[in-house]
C-alpha cells in the first residue's frame, strides 16, 4: 500500500545512502511520513478522560546497553546515555501489563540550558533511534541538540521498544509485489490480507491494540519527563510527532517550556479525507515551481502534460528497471505517481524532480533507479502501531463513501490509484476493530504555550495550511513558511536552523526570520 505519508527513517537512511557526510548532518531532523492518532472510547469530559487514565503504576527508568551503534566519537556513558522506560500499557488498569520504551540521552559538551529537548518522531509507527541514532556524530552534536540535552525514543510499539508491533506480513507483500503490476481489485484484496494476518498475529500474541494511542503516548512523554526528574522540557515534534505533541500540550501544559511544530498535523485535521486535495497541491506545487523557474521552464515546458501523459502511458504499458539495491522494479503510473510524491518530501531532491520525470518519458532510469527503493521499498514503520493509531483517530470518523467524495477534486490521471489507496486502509480499519478516540481529541488545541511552526513549501503531506489552522489557537504561535522546502524542515539550511536556535533561547520573543528573503527557490536541474 502507499501510505499516506512516508516514515521519517526512510528519508534518512536514503539520505545516509545518498549524500556525502557533509550533508548528513542537513538530514538528522528531516522527517517524512505518515500521520494520525487514536484511543479509547470515553462517556464524560476531556478532563474526565485524563483523570481516569492517570498512571496507577510508578514510571520506571533504567540504563541499559545502547541497542544502535553511536555515531563517531559519541561515547556511551559521556555524551550518550540509553535505557529503558517502564509504562503502564494499559493505564486504566491497576494491574495491568507493562511495555518498556526505549530511550536515548545526547548530551553535548556545553549545554545552553537546563531544560532538554525531547524528540517526538513521526509515523505514527516510526522507528526513531535507529533511523538516526547512529548519525549523531562528535561533529553533528551540537548542530542536533542545539546545546540542550536531546532526549529521543521509540514510541509504544515502534523500533527497539517492546512489544514491537512490527507487521512483516505488510513489508513482504509490498516487496513481493515490486516486481509485478496487479490490478486494483487484486492489490486490495491481497493487501487486506496481508494486513489481517499481521492483526490476528498481534492478538494473539497478547497485544491489546486499543492500547497503542496518540492519548497513550502523551502520557508516556509525561512520564518519561518525570522518571528523568526534569520540571519542564522543550518539545519538538514533526510530521505525526506535531500531533503527539500537541496532545501533550492539551493534557500536560506544566510539563512545556516551549514547543517546535515541523511539518503540522492538527489534532482535528482528517488526514484521509483531506489527502486527495494535499497530494494534488503537491504536484500543482512542483510544476507551478518549474514554470515560474526560467531555468526549468526553457528546459522542460510542458512537464506538467509530459506528466499526466506517463501516468496513462506506464499504465497502459509499464516498464521494469533495475533498483540499484532491491533489484527488478515494475514501473506503471501510479508507482510513478507514487514515486514522485515521495520525493517531494526530501528537500535535497526537489531539484532532481523535472529531469527524472522527462528521463522517463524518455525510457531512461538513471534517477529513479537511484532513489526509488529508498523511499518505496524500504520501511521501518510499526504498520500495527500506524494502523492502531490511523484506525482509531481518524478512519473512525469516516465512512468509506466519504473517502470516495474526497478524491473528485483529483485529476483523472490520479484518482483510482487514490481510490484503491483509501479503500484499502478503510478495509484494514474495519478488521482492526479499534475503538474511536474521545471527541475532545478531535478538537482544536488552544494554549499559551510559546510555539514555533515550521512550514515547508513544497512539503506534500502536511501542507502550510496545516500551520496555519493549528496556529489560529496557539496565542503565542508563530509561523514561518520556507521556500524550497520539502516536509520536515529544521536540518534542511540554515536559516530555519538560526530560527530554531534563536527560538530555543527565546521562546516569548518572535524570531528573526529576515534569512527567508536570502533562501532561493529550487535549483532544478
Excluded at 94 to 100: C, L, R, S
Excluded at 380 to 408: H, M, P, R
Aim: hydrophobic letters at 40%.
Amino acid at each position: 500500500m502507499s501510505d499516506p505519508a512516508l516514515s521519517d527513517d526512510v528519508q534518512k537512511r536514503a539520505a545516509r545512502e545518498s549524500t556525502s557526510a557533509s550533508k548528513k548532518r542537513r538530514w538528522i531532523f528531516t522527517l517524512v511520513g505518515i500521520t494520525c492518532a487514536i484511543a479509547v472510547v470515553l462517556v464524560g469530559s476531556y478532563a474526565l478522560y485524563g483523570y481516569l487514565v492517570r498512571p496507577s503504576h510508578s514510571s520506571l527508568f533504567r540504563a541499559a546497553a545502547c541497542p544502535f551503534t553511536p555515531g563517531e566519537g559519541i561515547a556511551v556513558g559521556k555524551e550518550l546515555t540509553c535505557g529503558f522506560l517502564t509504562v503502564p500499557e494499559d493505564r486504566s488498569k491497576a494491574n495491568g501489563d507493562t511495555i518498556q520504551l526505549a530511550v536515548a540521552i545526547f548530551k553535548p559538551a556545553a549545554t545552553v540550558s537546563a531544560d532538554p529537548m525531547v524528540y517526538l518522531s513521526g509515523g505514527p509507527g516510526g522507528s526513531l533511534l535507529s533511523s538516526w541514532g547512529p548519525n549523531v556524530s562528535v561533529s553533528t552534536l551540537q548542530q542536533i541538540t542545539q546545546g540542550h540535552t536531546l532526549i529521543m525514543f521509540d514510541q509504544r510499539g515502534t523500533g527497539y521498544s517492546q512489544p514491537a508491533l512490527g507487521c512483516n506480513e505488510l513489508t513482504q507483500f509490498n516487496r513481493d509485489v515490486q516486481g509485478k503490476i496487479l490490478g486494483r481489485a487484486d492489490w486490495r484484496e491481497q493487501y487486506v490480507a496481508a494486513g489481517k494476518k499481521c492483526h490476528d498475529r498481534l492478538i494473539s500474541a497478547g497485544i491489546d491494540l486499543q492500547a497503542y494511542t496518540t492519548i497513550a503516548s502523551a502520557h508516556d512523554v509525561h512520564d518519561l519527563i518525570d522518571a528523568l526528574g526534569y520540571q519542564k522540557v522543550n518539545l519538538y515534534g514533526v510530521s505525526y510527532g506535531t500531533r503527539l505533541a500537541l496532545t501533550v500540550m492539551r493534557l500536560f501544559p506544566s510539563d512545556i517550556r516551549s514547543v517546535i511544530l515541523d511539518s503540522t498535523l492538527p489534532t482535528q485535521t482528517n488526514l484521509f479525507t483531506t489527502y486527495p486535495a494535499v497530494e494534488q497541491r503537491g504536484y500543482d506545487t512542483l510544476f507551478k515551481g518549474c514554470v515560474a523557474n526560467p531555468k526549468c521552464h526553457s528546459a522542460y515546458p510542458q512537464l506538467e502534460s509530459v506528466f499526466y501523459r506517463l501516468i496513462n502511458d506506464l499504465n497502459a504499458r509499464p516498464v521494469i528497471f533495475q533498483d540499484k539495491q532491491y533489484g527488478s522494479v515494475a514501473l506503471d503510473g501510479q508507482r510513478l505517481a507514487d514515486w514522485v510524491l515521495s520525493m517531494l518530501y526530501v528537500t535535497e531532491w526537489l531539484p532532481l524532480l523535472p529531469k527524472a520525470i522527462m528521463q522517463i518519458s524518455q525510457g531512461h532510469d538513471d534517477i529513479i533507479s537511484r532513489l526509488y527503493g529508498f523511499l518505496m521499498l524500504q520501511s521501518n514503520i510499526s504498520y500495527g502501531v500506524y494502523y492502531s493509531v490511523e484506525c482509531g483517530e481518524d478512519l473512525a470518523f469516516t465512512t468509506e463513501q466519504d473517502l470516495l467524495k474526497a478524491t473528485v477534486g483529483l485529476r483523472p490521471e490520479l484518482r483510482p490509484h487514490m481510490q484503491t489507496d483509501l479503500q484499502a486502509a478503510f478495509s484494514v480499519c474495519q478488521l482492526w476493530g479499534q475503538q474511536a478516540v474521545p471527541n475532545e481529541q478531535k478538537q482544536p488545541v488552544t494554549s499559551s504555550l510559546p510555539t514555533l511552526i515550521l512550514a515547508g513549501e513544497y512539503d506534500p503531506i502536511t501542507p502550510t495550511s496545516n500551520a496555519e489552522l493549528a496556529l489560529q489557537t496557539l496565542s503565542r504561535g508563530n509561523l514561518f513558511q520556507f521556500p524550497a522546502t520539502g516536509h520536515g524542515v529544521f536540518g534542511t539550511h540554515a536559516c530555519p536552523d538560526s530560527i530554531v536556535a534563536a527560538f530555543l533561547q527565546h521562546p516569548t520573543t518572535r524570531p528573526d526570520g529576515l534569512c527567508i528573503s536570502g533562501m532561493s527557490a529550487p535549483n532544478f536541474l
